[in-house]
């Protein structure tokens, strides 16, 4: 290649990642304005806020997606060849495969209280439950009021120089084949630390003479979508650690219980491996 295809090449990288970048101010910023002026103050607003003062994204859906030490893409080549990034980054790479012998450590992680609860859990009201799990959509027809609390918040993170150098020669693999296939590394991120939680409950307060198979189709839809947004605490597909039932129902309450690992935000970092190992 010769010098000036090499110059054209680097201008061409440097100008595709400048707009990557700006692209990653303009959406920081944007979620910024969106919190502070028009997000609803309850709940969500003091979780989201709070992720973000401590530098974490938020997992909307509660995705099991960005567990630590999972490589994710959040990039790809749009049909104009410019590099375009991931509206909902995706798994490349269980951390489990690619750092077999590497356990994250835990901290304390306390999220802002919106009604009585312990300092590790926090409980949110119904406008909240509707834009953390937006695949959930309740009939409010036969509720007075719901709530969902989060059990037990608390930080899983890999110090930097736990994972340096510790890629499995399995993981390395898939990241040489991908990028001889096309794909570039900077694509590519791990997720360092996760704000995580135990599980989740949800209470269903009931209106007067609310049918009994109204009640029943109600708790169903929510049994499933708890189901769903809860993960196994060790690897992923064991899902012998996850556990979702009904905890208590009468004419008055349902509270409904889902335990497993439940992903609240998280923090990712750019990788550079060596793929000539």
């Known amino acids: 290649m010769t010098p000036v295809s090499v110059k054209k090449k680097k201008a061409a990288s440097r100008r595709n990642w400048a ?3 700006f692209a990653i101010l303009v959406l920081v910023a944007g979620y910024g304005v969106y919190v502070r002026y028009w997000l609803p103050k309850d709940g969500l607003t003091d979780i989201f806020g709070s992720l973000g003062e401590h530098g974490y ?6 995705s099991g997606t960005f ?19 991931l509206r909902t980054p995706l798994v490349f790479a269980w951390g489990s495969d690619c750092f077999p012998n590497q356990t994250p ?6 999220l802002p209280q919106t009604k009585g609860s312990s300092s590790a859990s926090v409980t949110i ?3 909240a439950v509707n834009r953390l799990l937006p695949s959930l959509k309740i009939d409010t027809t036969g509720v007075v009021d719901y709530t969902l609390k989060i059990e037990n918040t608390r930080v899983q993170t890999f110090a930097k120089a736990d994972l340096s150098g510790a890629f499995s020669e399995r993981c390395v693999a898939a990241l040489r084949e991908a990028i001889d296939g096309g794909d570039k590394v900077e694509w590519f991120q791990v997720v360092m630390e996760s704000v995580v939680a135990d599980g989740l409950s949800m209470e269903l307060h009931w209106k007067a003479n609310t049918a009994v198979e109204a009640r029943r189709s109600l708790t169903d839809k929510v049994e499933k979508a708890l189901a769903q947004v809860v993960t196994a605490k060790d690897k992923p597909g064991d899902d012998s650690a996850i556990k979702v039932g009904v905890a208590k129902a009468d004419e008055k309450e349902t509270i409904l219980s889902a335990t497993g690992l439940v992903i609240i935000g998280y923090r990712a970092r750019p990788i550079q491996p060596d793929l000539s190992k």
């Open 19 to 21: 707009g990557i970048g």
């Open 67 to 85: 567990r630590p030490g999972n490589v994710v893409q959040v990039a790809e080549q749009s049909s104009d060849g410019k590099d375009r990034l």
């Open 57 to 62: 994204t938020p997992n909307i859906g509660f």
């Open 105 to 110: 450590r835990t901290s304390e992680f306390t």
């Open 125 to 127: 009201g119904a406008d």
